[in-house]
């Protein structure tokens, strides 16, 4: 193999389409995914290239810093693409102190190890830190965030993300560690874990449960299909420069309550519901705490300097989410039921 890349976070959402991708499309690559399975990660998000000769799983916390420099002894990895955190803001506000854990000290002890390993030459080597948009806080009505615009976070998740951002730029500044680091949106798509919004309310329709709207409903996300996430993040770690930073957007503002109407509309559609059927089980329940009211990303600077752009529209990224979600039933039961995680002890019982 020409290169070892460690991908960690890879039995998430996002990462389990980036693990794909570069299992894929990169056979001349090792890559090795290192993931805590967390109720977060899920290996039957893997099954398809769990047996591809390119392909490692490795059990593992972020947060255990012994492992993690023995990890990097053991496999001498070029890059990293970092993924792994604790990425749900309503978790963060009820357990702030599992985000700190695992998105700060995770993070430094994975450039700790790094550090270590590539103190006798950095030639060939990268940190990629994937991060998110809420660094910035929230927009007013108009405006988006640029890769200039002031970290401003708002609930303990984005604070923790800001604090991990920071600490890898200081690693770049103060050691010369080679990073690039981008920020994206909300991100949409098959295999996400139905506590955010969009799966959260597609396994709603299908058991008729109520749709918990958050306080008037009029806040703005930015929604960009995972397998877009999965090729900018392919391109910025591939082609972006040193000690960049990139933005990562849908160019695709809207506001939740139009958003849940098209997602009802379009799940009545593709269950054979009358119109207006998955309507009536919208409900405006208590805000979130701290809110941020909108988010909007300027993605210019990816598109031009690396030339990538969204494949999908959103009418065609949500409709193909929905099919997704409704013909992996198993899929969804296992998630919600907790079944998902026998999964690694049937799987990987003799390893
Ligand atoms: P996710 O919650 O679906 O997956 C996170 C993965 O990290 C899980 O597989 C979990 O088991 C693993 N993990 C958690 N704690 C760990 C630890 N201590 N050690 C090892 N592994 C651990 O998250 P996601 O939505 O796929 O997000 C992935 C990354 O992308 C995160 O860093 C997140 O901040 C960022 N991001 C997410 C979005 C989004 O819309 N989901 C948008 C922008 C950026
Ligand atoms: O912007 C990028 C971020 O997007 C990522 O960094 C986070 O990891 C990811 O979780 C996501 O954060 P949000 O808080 O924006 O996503 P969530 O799906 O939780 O909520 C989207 C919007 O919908 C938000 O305004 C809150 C609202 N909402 C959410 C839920 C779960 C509801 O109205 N009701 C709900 O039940």
């Known amino acids: 193999m020409d290169k070892t890349v460690l991908i960690t976070g890879g039995a998430g959402f996002i990462g389990s389409h980036v693990v794909r991708l570069f299992v894929n499309k990169y056979p001349e690559y090792r890559i090795v995914n290192l993931d805590a399975l967390t109720y977060a990660g899920n290996l039957e998000n893997l099954q398809d290239i769990e047996n591809a000769p390119n392909y490692t799983f490795v059990k593992a916390d972020i947060t255990d810093a012994a492992a993690m420099n023995k990890l990097f002894a053991d496999?001498?990895?070029?890059?990293?693409?970092?993924?792994?955190?604790?990425?749900?803001?309503?978790?963060?506000?009820?357990?702030?102190?599992?985000?700190?854990?695992?998105?700060?000290?995770?993070?430094?002890?994975?450039?700790?190890?790094?550090?270590?390993?590539?103190?006798?030459?950095?030639?060939?080597?990268?940190?990629?830190?994937?991060?998110?948009?809420?660094?910035?806080?929230?927009?007013g009505e108009t405006g988006f965030f640029l890769e200039t615009t002031p970290y401003d976070p708002q609930s303990p998740y984005s604070a923790s993300k800001a604090s991990s951002d920071h600490i890898v730029r200081a690693y770049g500044n103060t050691y010369g560690l080679p990073f690039v680091i981008s920020n994206c949106s909300n991100n949409y798509g098959p295999n996400q874990f139905p506590e955010k919004l969009i799966p959260l309310f597609i396994n709603n329709i299908r058991s008729s449960k109520p749709l918990p709207v958050y306080g008037d409903g009029k806040y703005t996300r930015d929604w960009l299909y995972v397998i877009d996430h999965a090729r900018a993040i392919d391109d910025v770690y591939?082609?972006?420069?040193?000690?960049?930073?990139?933005?990562?957007?849908?160019?695709?503002?809207?506001?939740?309550?139009?958003?849940?109407?098209?997602?009802?509309?379009?799940?009545?559609?593709?269950?054979?519901?009358?119109?207006?059927?998955?309507?009536?089980?919208?409900?405006?329940?208590?805000?979130?705490?701290?809110?941020?009211?909108?988010?909007?990303?300027?993605?210019?600077?990816?598109?031009?300097?690396?030339?990538?752009?969204?494949s999908v529209t959103f009418e065609q990224g949500l409709a193909k989410t929905i099919e997704w979600y409704l013909a992996n039933e198993e899929w969804?039961?296992?998630?919600?039921?907790?079944?998902?995680?026998?999964?690694?002890?049937?799987?990987?019982?003799?390893?």
């Open 238 to 310: 591939h082609k972006g420069c040193n000690a960049e930073t990139y933005n990562i957007g849908g160019f695709n503002e809207w506001q939740n309550i139009e958003l849940v109407k098209l997602m009802c509309a379009e799940v009545d559609k593709q269950i054979g519901n009358e119109p207006g059927t998955a309507d009536k089980l919208i409900t405006y329940v208590k805000d979130r705490p701290g809110h941020d009211r909108r988010y909007a990303i300027d993605a210019n600077k990816i598109k031009n300097e690396l030339g990538w752009e969204p």
């Open 332 to 351: 969804l039961n296992h998630v919600t039921s907790g079944d998902y995680q026998k999964y690694y002890e049937s799987q990987y019982a003799n390893s």
């Open 75 to 139: 496999y001498a990895f070029d890059g990293v693409i970092h993924l792994a955190a604790e990425s749900h803001v309503d978790r963060s506000i009820t357990n702030p102190n599992a985000f700190l854990l695992t998105n700060i000290m995770g993070t430094a002890n994975l450039l700790n190890a790094a550090r270590e390993s590539w103190k006798g030459s950095y030639e060939g080597k990268r940190f990629y830190h994937v991060s998110t948009d809420e660094v910035y806080g929230s927009l």
